[in-house]
């Protein structure tokens, strides 16, 4: 996997809070209700830390509601 993920080459996942949490906890966080980035609507993001192999972590899974 990539050292680092980008949303349309304008973001680095890895400064969001829930990249943040989900690799602290070492396991599924919910977020505070938010408003998404460059959109007008409000919602919430689950997000999962992913692991290699060796039980390294190796990046994070997220889906925004």
């Not at 993920?5 to 690799?23: E, M």
């Not at 972590?57 to 889906?63: A, H, L, R, Y």
């Amino acid at each position: 996997l990539p050292n680092r993920f980008t949303f349309g080459g304008r973001d680095d996942a890895t400064t969001r809070d829930w990249f943040k949490l989900a690799r602290e906890k070492g396991g599924v966080i919910w977020s505070d209700a938010h408003l998404f980035k460059n959109k007008d609507a409000l919602g919430i993001t689950a997000a999962s830390p992913a692991y290699n192999i060796k039980g390294e972590f190796d990046g994070g899974f997220t889906v925004l509601y």
